[in-house]
């Protein structure tokens, strides 16, 4: 998993819960990259989980609710660092619709490595998009999460729907409509 995601969640987690919870969740978790990202580098997912599990311990916020959170604060990092992949999008439906055939295709182009999961797109109609996400990663959370704020950031009013498609929570749909 790329860099940018975990120093992402450590950004979150100093401004929300302050620098110390931050030290106590890396003091608990023994990472093997010791806690020390950049954010070109890559590491492994399960860093994440745990430190993510160590949050939800301390905090006693459930996890979906941490990762969904997450999300959001990952989209305005993401918005800043690549404004130029997502500038020419006149709306959020568009946006979500080209994740796969564009945004995170041009995310493989310059992280060859990057583990991204894949979204199908359905257009039902110009108000209702139909995304399926899957991926071993089982971030369904997260991808709600900047599904959110993506639709926010274009001052799309929206309504999401998610139904997950099996047990695991590898496959998710989500149903977005532009109100
Ligand atoms: C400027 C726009 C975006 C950029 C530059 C971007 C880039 C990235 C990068 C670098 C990763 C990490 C890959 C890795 O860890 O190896 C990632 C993961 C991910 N992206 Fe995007 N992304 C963007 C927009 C979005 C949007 C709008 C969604 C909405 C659903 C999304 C969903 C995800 C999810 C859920 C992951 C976590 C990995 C997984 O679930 O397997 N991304 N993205």
Sequence with gaps: ????IF??????????FGIETMDNILNKAHLKSGGSY????????EEMMLMVEILHQESKIPIPMLLKAFGKHLFSVLISQYYSIIKDFPDGLSMLESIENHIHREVKKLYPDAMLPTFEA?????KELELIYTSDRKLADVAEGLIEATMVHFH?????KRKNLNESGTQVKFKVCNA
């Design 7 to 16: 120093t992402s969640f450590i950004e979150m987690v100093e401004e929300v």
């Design 1 to 4: 998993m790329k860099g940018i």
């Design 156 to 160: 799309n009013y929206s309504s999401i």
């Design 38 to 45: 950049t954010s070109v580098g890559t590491y492994e997912a």
């Design 122 to 126: 359905h257009r039902i109609s110009d």
